[in-house]
């Protein structure tokens, strides 16, 4: 299977186990992790790349990469500095990896969606403009992942 837009991979994320899709979310969110400097952050993606993490576990990670969420979002201030936005995102894409499974939810679509948000800020920043290159290296990762 070879992923060639967002159609095909969000079809393809909703067809993984929880469990999967937590893998899947954290491969994600290291892409960008060296954008966030939040040791909570780090630690949440590490852990939820850990087959047969606890759910007692993931809700202390979680609560962790939440709190570094309000803190990256008061780093941001009233005049925007996209690296910490994108750190931001990172915090955000890290929080999906660990939260507690929801019916309905999609823990590897809500991480990518913050990691593309992430990369396109640090873009903005660099002066690089808005393209985007993280769906293309998401769709990669996950046919990758599901062709294994």
Same mark, same amino acid.
């Given at each position: 299977?070879?992923?060639?837009?967002?159609?095909?991979?969000?079809?393809?994320?909703?067809?993984?186990?929880?469990?999967?899709?937590?893998?899947?979310?954290?491969?994600?969110?290291?892409?960008?992790?060296?954008?966030?400097?939040? #040791?909570?952050?780090?630690? @949440?993606?590490? !852990? +939820?790349? =850990? $087959?047969?993490?606890?759910?007692?576990?993931? *809700?202390?990670?979680?609560?962790?990469?939440?709190?570094?969420?309000?803190?990256?979002?008061?780093?941001?201030?009233?005049?925007?500095?996209?690296?910490?936005?994108?750190?931001?995102?990172?915090?955000?894409?890290?929080?999906?990896?660990?939260?507690?499974?929801? #019916?309905?939810?999609?823990? @590897?679509?809500? !991480? +990518?969606? =913050? $990691?593309?948000?992430?990369?396109?800020?640090? *873009?903005?920043?660099?002066?690089?403009?808005?393209?985007?290159r993280e769906a293309a290296h998401q769709y990669s990762v996950l046919t990758e992942y599901l062709?294994?």
């Amino acid at each position: 299977m070879i992923i060639r837009d967002d159609g095909e991979f969000k079809g393809a994320l909703n067809q993984l186990s929880v469990a999967e899709q937590r893998q899947i979310a954290a491969r994600f969110s290291q892409g960008v992790l060296p954008l966030c400097k939040d #040791r909570r952050v780090a630690a @949440a993606v590490h !852990a +939820a790349l =850990r $087959a047969g993490i606890s759910d007692d576990e993931l *809700a202390v990670l979680h609560q962790a990469a939440r709190s570094a969420c309000v803190d990256s979002y008061t780093q941001c201030g009233h005049v925007t500095d996209w690296l910490n936005q994108a750190g931001h995102f990172v915090a955000e894409a890290a929080a999906a990896c660990v939260m507690p499974a929801e #019916r309905g939810a999609n823990l @590897a679509w809500d !991480a +990518a969606m =913050r $990691a593309r948000m992430a990369r396109t800020c640090e *873009a903005i920043a660099g002066g690089q403009g808005t393209e985007n290159r993280e769906a293309a290296h998401q769709y990669s990762v996950l046919t990758e992942y599901l062709n294994k």
